[in-house]
């Protein structure tokens, strides 16, 4: 059986209340004291009891993650970093996947509350629960941050990546490869895939282009959406609307249409090109290796995770909005319209 704050207290000399105060660290305790208390500790091998610890301070030093999915690879990139900071900061966290329902999203949340955590970083969570304010009420109650592309349509505090100037680069890189048939995939409801799809129209307008193709793939965080995505994409090859280039709301979706592309015999980039998002792991393993947009995800899990902490310790509720740029990384899937 394991010391206990009896043990310590007996060892030091001292009262149990003392040894609680100096392990919380809530009341003065005298330096001679507590190195009596902190060298008990450390010959009995004592572990302070976390849960009776936060009842005590009223914290957890926890932070619950909520993320749409795991599986596809933008989402534990993020939280690795999240994760590592905060341990590095003495915190720990707890990861929770919604499948983007804004229902499961909302009993997490209130499992989170309930748990007593002390703050919440949602990336990517659903357009529902943005739109109908939700997420706006539950600042007011809790230190909450969300990661998600950039919009001024809702007030918050947001971490984001400008989705905008990435894709705006991107179809002007296919422009300027001479591709004039860009077929744009999406994934459901969603405010990155509607910004981007926004982009996309004004970009084929704005360039008097003839040709506009929107293909929706239902769900795109997750691997299954790959899969999803070639058969889409087979059946939209079998067409013969000749498209030249392809925008792909996430790297999975582009892997799908890269999948669909060589099942049809179609090389890549010599009669397609193909251009993704996210620059995950997959996209410098597939062959070829994709062109993408990098949302700078590490430097975007560490600052989320900087900022959560900073609002904990603090006690602080802030509405505020961190932007950070994006680049596009140019691989080998395009090429030279012919």
Do not use: W
Request: contains cysteine; proline residues 3%.
């Amino acid at each position: 059986m394991g010391a206990t704050i009896h043990d310590v207290a007996k060892r030091a000399g001292v009262s149990i209340a003392t040894v609680s105060r100096a392990i919380n660290n809530n009341y003065p305790v005298k330096a001679e004291t507590r190195e009596k208390i902190e060298k008990a500790i450390e010959e009995l091998g004592y572990v302070p009891n976390e849960i009776a610890r936060s009842l005590i301070l009223k914290t957890t030093s926890s932070v619950g993650i909520l993320v749409p999915g795991i599986t596809n690879l933008f989402f534990p990139t993020i939280v690795e970093e999240i994760n590592r900071t905060l341990v590095n900061n003495g915190f720990t966290m707890s990861l929770y996947s919604t499948d983007g329902n804004p229902i499961m999203e909302k009993n997490v949340i209130d499992n989170i509350i309930s748990r007593n955590m002390d703050g919440i970083i949602a990336i990517d969570p659903s357009m529902e629960n943005l739109d109908n304010g939700y997420f706006k009420d539950l600042s007011k109650k809790i230190p909450i941050i969300i990661i998600n592309g950039n919009t001024n349509k809702y007030k918050g505090n947001f971490i984001c990546y400008d989705e905008e100037v990435g894709s705006i680069e991107a179809l002007q890189y296919l422009f300027k490869l001479g591709h004039r048939k860009i077929v744009f995939v999406r994934g459901d409801r969603s405010l990155s895939y509607d910004l981007k799809e926004n982009l996309y129209r004004q970009f084929v307008k704005s360039n008097n282009l003839k040709y506009e193709k929107i293909i929706s793939v239902g769900m795109g965080n997750s691997l299954e959406v790959v899969e999803k995505t070639r058969e889409i994409f087979e059946k939209f090859l079998h067409s013969k609307e000749n498209a030249t280039a392809v925008f792909a709301c996430n790297d999975l979706m582009a892997v799908g249409v890269i999948n669909a592309c060589k099942n049809a015999q179609i090389q890549i980039p010599q009669d397609i090109s193909v251009i993704g998002c996210d620059n995950t792991l997959l996209s410098n393993i597939i062959h070829p290796k994709l062109t993408t947009i990098d949302l700078k995800m590490d430097e975007i899990g560490r600052k989320a995770a900087v900022e959560i902490i900073d609002m904990i310790e603090k006690k602080s509720i802030v509405n505020k909005k961190i932007v950070y740029d994006t680049k596009l990384v140019i691989r080998d899937s395009c090429g030279e319209k012919k």
